[in-house]
């Protein structure tokens, strides 16, 4: 699913964000990206989402090389991504069904699926009963529920969240991380960051990469 082999990024600044990284992600796998603030979490998704590229090294995300120039096929392998950033922000004006809708427009999937997709997908996230209000009216929580939905109504083969915890309770928080678990059922791969590690203690099925200074240290099971 993902593969990386010494793979430095080094921003146009001089940051040097990340640096050797090696990673081998099977598909189904749960993993956890901790570390301190700037130690290079975003960066490293932003690598597997092709926003950034590597400045040495190579790096493979289901099979595709991730160099700069292939735009076409980069975008489409985004199609098999479902994002969770902050910066992608829910459009307000819109209700969280239309939300998620948008999340499916350049899928190709027939309209009267992509309805249910996403019924299905804000019923899994608990907001069954907000479809259809204004994402500005819901909660911090909920909206980040949202924008979880409109990730996995895209039946993605890969989730890519970041901090989809930040700013949320311990029990929001909580219901979050087992929102993304549960995706584990259709196969699909999840990368999760978080600075809260103290959620993590009792999580059983999942992996851990520990990034400190652009470097990763691995940790936990599976590897
Ligand atoms: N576009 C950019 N240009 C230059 N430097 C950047 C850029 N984006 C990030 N950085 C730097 O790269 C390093 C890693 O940043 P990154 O955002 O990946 O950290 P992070 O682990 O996600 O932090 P946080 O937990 O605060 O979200 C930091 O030193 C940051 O300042
Ligand atoms: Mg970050």
Avoid: C
């Amino acid at each position: 699913m993902i593969r990386a082999n010494g793979v430095y990024l080094r921003y146009p600044d001089g940051t040097e964000a990340l640096k050797d990284i090696n990673l081998h992600i099977k598909p189904g796998e749960i993993v956890y990206i901790t570390g301190p603030s700037g130690s290079g979490k975003t960066s490293l998704l932003k690598l597997l989402l092709g926003m950034e590229f590597a400045t040495l090294g190579s790096l493979e995300v289901m099979g595709m090389p991730m160099v700069k120039g292939k735009t076409a096929s980069i975008n489409k392998l985004r199609r098999k991504i479902g994002p969770v950033f902050q910066e992608f922000k829910l459009i307000d004006g819109r209700t969280a069904f239309e939300n998620v809708m948008m999340g499916m427009r350049f899928l190709g999937m027939p309209p009267r699926k992509m309805k249910d997709e996403a019924k299905n997908a804000l019923i899994k996230v608990g907001l069954e009963e907000k479809m259809a209000s204004k994402v500005e009216n819901l909660s911090w929580g909920q909206q980040q529920r949202v924008a979880i939905a409109r990730a996995i109504a895209r039946k993605p083969a890969l989730i890519l969240a970041d901090e989809p915890t930040g700013n949320l309770d311990q029990e929001n928080a909580m219901n979050i991380l087992k929102i993304l678990h549960n995706v584990k059922d259709i196969n699909t791969t999840v990368l999760i960051t978080t600075h809260a590690t103290h959620l993590l203690d009792g999580i059983e099925d999942a992996n851990f990469l520990h990034v400190d200074n652009g470097s990763i240290r691995v940790e936990g099971k599976g590897w």
